[in-house]
């Protein structure tokens, strides 16, 4: 079966055609393709970007492969379909309310792609992509984390994608760690990802008076001066904490970080599996996995691919 995978960021779309020939084995990879999200050029300009990217996709696929035909479009994107109407896409913010699903059907039926359209968050697309083919292959219950500019989640219970009751479930970045703490991109103080998340790491550095030019987590990791250390141990603290919340509520077997932070060295994922062990019930900790994922940048296309194969 043939499918496209395309995964909508901030900054870039990513596309894939795979042909699959099972649900448990990762996909070949046909074509791929990257271009410029341009979200801030316009409601147009992104959802015209989107179908170029499906259309390029399905042309290659028209002439390269006999017979053949699309069994299905996934697309995994930031923020989420409520009640239809694309929500908390701070960083497409052109897409704030559009009728995504809607919208991009007319123009694939206007070019004559015909293929059912599936579309979900971006970090669950990441849980799924890792469930069926990565890290979190073989488990029923794991947790998918995206670590980048912002902090993401994916709940897979018992063996299934867990969406809640409008589609928003798994909003972990959102969840407060330590209200204290920084502001976050959606107006409340003190979530996992205003602590946690790469863009915050920085803020949290340079506000408190670190020399490092142009910070990034794995400098402000790698450094040997005091602020950078203060500032990776709140890190790993309230790292901790997000975790044993989730590990208390969801008993997971596993939880999988993806996402540019994910990169940081084993002794990252030591750290915070050590904060995570001191604030969760030690019968839920006890055994519990966090490791870096397996399927790396191509998680969110897999993962969008996975939506379209699933079902
Ligand atoms: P996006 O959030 O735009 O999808 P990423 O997932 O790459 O992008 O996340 C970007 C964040 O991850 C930035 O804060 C960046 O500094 C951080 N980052 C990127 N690579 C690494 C790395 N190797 N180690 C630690 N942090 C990283």
Not at 99 to 114: I, M
Not at 155 to 168: A, F, P, V
């Amino acid at each position: 079966m043939y499918v496209i995978g395309l995964d909508i960021g901030g900054t870039k779309i990513e596309g894939v055609l795979v042909k699959a020939t099972s649900v448990s084995l990762l996909p070949s990879v046909l074509k791929k393709i990257r271009v410029p999200t341009e979200a801030t050029a316009g409601r147009d300009r992104v959802l015209c970007n989107v179908t170029g990217v499906i259309l390029s996709l399905y042309s290659y696929g028209k002439e390269n492969v006999s017979g053949f035909r699309l069994g299905g479009i996934g697309i995994g994107t930031a923020g989420f379909l409520k009640k239809g109407r694309l929500e908390m896409v701070p960083n497409i913010p052109s897409l704030k309310g559009v009728k995504l699903k809607v919208l991009l059907l007319q123009q694939l039926q206007r070019w004559k792609v015909k293929a059912p359209l599936y579309i979900e968050n971006d970090s669950i697309c990441f849980a799924l992509a890792e469930l069926m083919f990565g890290a979190a292959k073989g488990f029923k219950n794991a947790i998918g984390i995206i670590v980048g500019t912002g902090i993401g989640g994916g709940l897979i219970l018992d063996g299934k994608l867990y969406k809640g009751r409008d589609g928003g479930a798994g909003h972990i970045g959102h969840t407060t760690v330590d209200p204290s703490g920084p502001r976050c991109g959606c107006g409340q103080y003190g979530h996992f990802e205003s602590w946690c998340s790469g863009k915050h790491i920085a803020q949290r550095y340079t506000a408190a008076g670190g020399k490092i030019q142009n910070p990034d987590p794995k400098k402000i990791f790698h450094s040997k001066e005091a602020i950078a250390e203060k500032i990776m141990g709140e890190t790993y603290e309230k790292f901790g904490m997000a975790l044993a919340n989730l590990i208390n509520i969801f008993n997971p077997e596993i939880i999988v970080l993806g996402g540019g932070v994910s990169n940081l060295p084993a002794e990252f994922y030591k750290k915070i599996t050590a904060a995570a062990k001191k604030y969760a019930y030690p019968a839920f900790s006890d055994g519990i996995k966090i490791v870096r994922n397996r399927l790396g940048d191509d998680a969110g296309v897999f993962g969008a691919a996975a939506l379209a194969l699933k079902n």
